[in-house]
């Protein structure tokens, strides 16, 4: 089974930036479709960067223009560039394969992410 690992989380002020990394034990990393989730207390886990074999990413409006998603085939690694950070995005992040995977599936420990002033 792949193990995944999430770090880089941490306590930043709003307009701050982190930067997530996600080391996967895959030996299929490179072909397969990768993203990063989020879940905020009482809410449900939501897919916020998305991103291809061939680099082809997605995002969603809300993380549009400050979230950048990136990878790594040989360290079988993906990072998540958080840029302009809202009070907004405190959460636990995670990375997974896609399609999303279901609540019972496989998921790593994720990283906390607070942004608070």
């Known amino acids: 089974q792949v193990q995944l690992v999430e770090s880089g989380g941490g306590l930043v002020q709003p307009g701050g930036s982190l930067r997530l990394s996600c080391a996967s034990s895959g030996s299929m990393f490179s072909i397969r479709s990768m993203g990063w989730y989020r879940q905020a207390p009482g809410k449900e886990r939501e897919l916020v960067a998305a991103?291809?074999?061939?680099?082809?990413?997605h995002y969603p409006d809300s993380v549009k223009g400050r979230f950048t998603i990136s990878r790594d085939n040989a360290k079988k690694t993906v990072y998540l560039q958080m840029n302009s950070l809202k009070p907004e995005d405190t959460a636990v992040y995670y990375c997974?394969?896609?399609?999303?995977?279901?609540?019972?599936?496989?998921w790593g420990q994720g990283t906390q992410v607070t942004v608070s002033s």
């Open positions: 997974n394969l896609l399609p999303t995977p279901r609540p019972s599936d496989y």
């Open positions: 991103i291809g074999s061939g680099g082809v990413t």
